[in-house]
């Protein structure tokens, strides 16, 4: 009997569940596609008439939610330079809610945080080091806009600024999502980034300073 195309994708959305649990429980290099299966409640066929192999169902699995800095930047900062901290520290706080909020988000990325990339895994690598370096420059730019109508503080380059963030916010992630949720996540995470968006600011007095020299 010939399966309808709601059928078939509410056997997809099954796979993708189950391999959400089981890559989560054994992790992804020692997790089976017989183990996801059987998960599922499918057959091994099931799986490959949706996914072609392992890591293109990893693949998938990654697709369903967006990397921090995928999040926080999804298109170009256009806005006046007085307003792109604001917006970048806001938006990263935005971040930090929907995490600790969404437990889907949560597993995923603990899965790829437990990862070990072997050889059939670097694709996904690959991707996340793509997004990576494409929202890079995308802070990159928006601090280079501040810094250049004098809103960034002289102590830090738009290139120390961006990885400051990144490094902070990567961080912050990986300690809350690899050792037992030990701190608020969003609370004192914005509390942090309150703190480090404030040393990025320009103060008075030192604008005065560049001003008079």
């Not at 298109?75 to 806001?90: H, M, W």
């Not at 971040?95 to 694709?123: G, K, M, N, V």
Request: proline fraction near 2%; glycine fraction near 4%; include cysteine.
């Amino acid at each position: 009997m010939r399966r309808t195309k709601a059928e078939a994708e509410e056997t997809r959305n099954s796979i993708l569940n189950a391999a959400e649990r089981v890559f989560f429980e054994k992790g992804v290099s020692t997790a089976s596609l017989d183990d996801v299966a059987k998960a599922a409640g499918v057959t091994r066929g099931a799986i490959y008439w949706h996914f072609s192999n392992k890591t293109d169902l990893f693949l998938e699995l990654y697709n369903t939610v967006n990397l921090p800095l995928e999040d926080m930047i999804t298109r170009e900062v256009e806005r006046p330079a007085a307003e792109v901290l604001c917006y970048i520290e806001k938006s990263a706080g935005h971040w930090l809610d929907e995490l600790a909020a969404d437990e889907h988000r949560q597993r995923i990325f603990t899965i790829l945080l437990r990862c070990a990339y072997s050889d059939e895994l670097l694709p996904v690598l690959e991707k996340q080091q793509e997004v990576d370096d494409r929202h890079t420059v995308m802070l990159d730019n928006a601090f280079a806009k501040a810094k250049s109508e004098g809103f960034l503080n002289g102590n830090w380059t738009p290139q120390s600024a961006t990885k400051a963030l990144c490094w902070m916010m990567e961080g912050l992630c990986s300690d809350w999502l690899l050792f037992g949720r030990r701190f608020d996540l969003a609370s004192e995470g914005k509390d942090g980034l309150k703190r480090l968006f404030d040393s990025f600011r320009q103060t008075p007095a030192t604008a005065e300073a560049l001003t008079a020299s």
